[in-house]
């Protein structure tokens, strides 16, 4: 039912969009009207369904995804207007239901900074000559990060809310692992130095690994998993080295290794240490092997073999972000408070290996994006987000009362920290559109469990006051 009405709004979106306004407000009104009324928990979980299986140039499915994510009016795709009809839905509810809108939780701060940093960021572009169309896209971005997670804290309630959500995350990883084997396999696939690809986009492979490290959480805690979620762990970990995406790969060995070292009791972490350590001299030593020239016709071991220092500054894609980083921190020297405004490019006072379409309003960096974006109050905000988040998926696992919420809470707390790692190297969070829809719904389940957490040990503490 869930997917039936989100598809269903889409088809009826898509065909008025193309049919022109006044057929548009014709078809739509009534799906509209009857989607945020009643269904603003099914038109959430179909958003999340669609934006998470269909790519934005998706292979498989290319006459879906590409009206999906295509400008249709004013700058906003299909899938904002589903989010605007989202947000009216939350609201409706909340009144119909009597309830008062709440906060995120621990995350309502940072997301507050984040909010305050684009409107800064905003005025500081078109304050520098912007305009507003080129403003539009990375501010409603933006805008999902912080409005999905308050609306999934806001709709998604019930007392089993956040393991349904956890078992929908693992189908749905499970489900894009099998469909990224398909193109490989089909020969519809993207290429990478002549490489086969499964996914190149970050939203499928930080699912997938978050599904992988769930698995090793919920082995390592003993949380009982169907047979399904086995059977579909080695397709996962097929279709994660098969995206051939090496930050991806680094931000995997750390949430192993966090995961592992946590989640292994005190017993395993006497292991898990020396492990670690013979581990990484061995991959020192197999790398500066390999590095040498001896390299095998692997692709795999070939993308492995690139990640020798040596190697980065060969490439000239590596050696792209390099000198792309050298400018935009030239730039920020010189306006270190404001940082340079939404959709206004950096400068390239040096020489660059390579010069990329758009690429001069982008920065290989996260960190930098939001500095360079949004200012320092930018930068904060993302910190803050970060740390919170972290801190809530600690906080979570250690308390929580339910096994399988802790397990996912830890292999969030991997996720998580692999994916800043990875943004040493790429923006994603804020910065990429599907991302930015896909993340900010995991967060508000994680809001809601942290929550749960505080209610459970304040009436705990009622109680033990009551009984003195």
């Known amino acids: 039912m869930t997917l039936g009405a989100a598809l269903l709004a889409f088809v009826l979106v898509h065909q008025a969009a193309s049919s022109g306004p006044i057929a548009m407000l014709a078809l739509a009104a009534p ?41 249709i009016l004013k700058g906003l795709t299909i899938v904002d207007m ?29 997301l507050v900074l984040l909010a305050a940093a684009t409107l800064a960021g905003a ?38 809310v956040v393991r349904r959500g956890i078992a929908l995350i693992a189908i749905l990883a499970a489900a894009k692992s099998v469909l990224g084997l398909l193109i490989v396999f089909s020969g519809r696939q993207q290429a990478i130095r002549g490489a086969a690809v499964s996914y190149l986009e970050p939203t499928a492979n930080w699912l997938v690994l978050l599904f992988l490290l769930g698995v090793l959480c919920c082995a390592l805690q003993r949380v009982r998993l169907p047979p399904w979620a086995w059977g579909a762990t080695p397709l996962a970990l097929a279709d994660f080295v098969l995206s051939y995406r090496r930050s991806f790969w680094i931000a995997a060995v750390v949430g192993i290794a966090v995961v592992v070292l946590l989640g292994s009791g005190r017993r395993g972490r006497r292991v898990v240490i020396p492990s670690v350590a013979v581990l990484a001299v061995a991959a020192s030593i197999f790398l500066s092997h390999l590095g040498s020239g001896e390299v095998t016709s692997s692709p795999v071991l070939k993308r492995v073999v690139s990640l ?23 730039d920020l020297r010189a306006q270190p408070i404001t940082g340079l ?17 758009g690429g001069r309003e982008y920065v290989h960096f ?40 802790r397990a996912g809470a830890l292999a969030l ?56």
Not at 53 to 63: A, C, I, K, N, V
Not at 370 to 385: F, R
Request: no cysteine; net charge positive.
């Open 123 to 160: 005025a500081t572009g078109h304050a520098r000559g912007a305009s507003t169309k080129a403003l539009f896209e990375p501010v409603i971005t933006l805008s999902h990060l912080g409005l999905l997670t308050i609306v999934v804290v806001n709709l998604a309630r019930g007392r089993d």
């Open 341 to 357: 405004g939404i959709a206004i490019p950096w400068t390239a006072s040096s020489s660059l290996s390579l010069e990329h379409q």
């Open 413 to 468: 707390l991997g996720a998580v920290l692999g994916l800043l790692l990875a943004e040493v190297t790429a923006s994603f969070t804020g910065v990429d559109y599907r991302f930015s829809i896909v993340y900010p719904v995991i967060l508000g389940l994680l809001a809601i469990a942290a929550v749960d957490v505080r209610q459970a040990r304040e009436r705990a503490s009622t109680v033990a006051h009551g009984g003195l």
């Open 308 to 330: 020798n220092p040596s190697s980065l500054t060969a490439n000239a894609e590596d050696r792209y972000r390099i000198d792309e980083r050298r400018n935009v921190l030239a």
């Open 366 to 405: 996260a960190a930098l994006w939001y500095w360079m974006k949004l200012g320092l109050l930018g930068l904060l905000a993302y910190a803050a987000l970060a740390l919170a988040t972290l801190w809530s998926a600690v906080y979570v696992w250690r308390r929580h009362a339910v096994a399988l919420v």
């Open 31 to 71: 799906a509209a009207v009857a989607l945020f009324v009643l269904w603003p928990r099914q038109l959430l979980v179909g958003i999340f369904v669609l934006v998470v299986l269909l790519e934005g140039s998706d292979p498989l499915f290319p006459q879906l995804a590409e009206p999906l994510y295509a400008s």
């Open 82 to 110: 589903l989010i605007l009809l989202l947000l009216a839905g939350t609201g409706l509810d909340a009144y119909r239901n009597r309830r008062r809108l709440v906060g995120a939780g621990p995350l309502s701060w940072p």
